[in-house]
């Protein structure tokens, strides 16, 4: 059974930043595109970052470009996004999300081309 597990969400104060981790259980993540989504209340599920398979290629929502950062480590099947400076806009549920090998970062960011999905974890940006 293939899973996806997020961790590392809460609650910060703007300005702050949260590290979340995204595991697989049952499968590498080695072979698969991966991706962050996030969604709002009142507002539209939205591509945030995704990363290619081979951790080349990286994408991000222009909104969160130069604050947050998608990396992989593989020896630990992992994918981490560290969110800088954050602001109460960011506030949302953050889903993990993987993509077969051949999907390009801006298809699954963008486009939604997704095969797996997380159960998510909350992040509140408040003061």
């Known amino acids: 059974q293939l899973q996806l597990v997020e961790s590392g969400g809460g609650l910060v104060h703007p300005g702050g930043s949260l590290r979340l981790s995204c595991a697989a259980s049952g499968f590498t993540l080695d072979y698969y595109t991966i991706g962050w989504f996030r969604h709002a209340p009142g507002k539209e599920r939205e591509g945030v970052s995704c990363?290619?398979?081979?951790?080349?290629?990286?994408d991000y929502v222009a909104s969160v470009k130069g604050r947050f950062t998608i990396s992989r480590d593989y020896a630990k099947n992992t994918v981490y996004l560290q969110m800088n400076s954050l602001k109460p806009e960011d506030t949302a549920i953050y889903y993990c999300?993987?993509?077969?090998?051949?999907?390009?970062?801006?298809?699954?960011?963008?486009?939604?081309?997704?095969?797996?999905w997380g159960q998510g974890t909350q992040v509140t940006v408040s003061s």
């Open positions: 999300a993987a993509a077969h090998l051949m999907t390009p970062v801006q298809a699954m960011c963008f486009r939604g081309l997704v095969d797996y």
């Open positions: 990363i290619s398979a081979s951790g080349g290629s990286t």
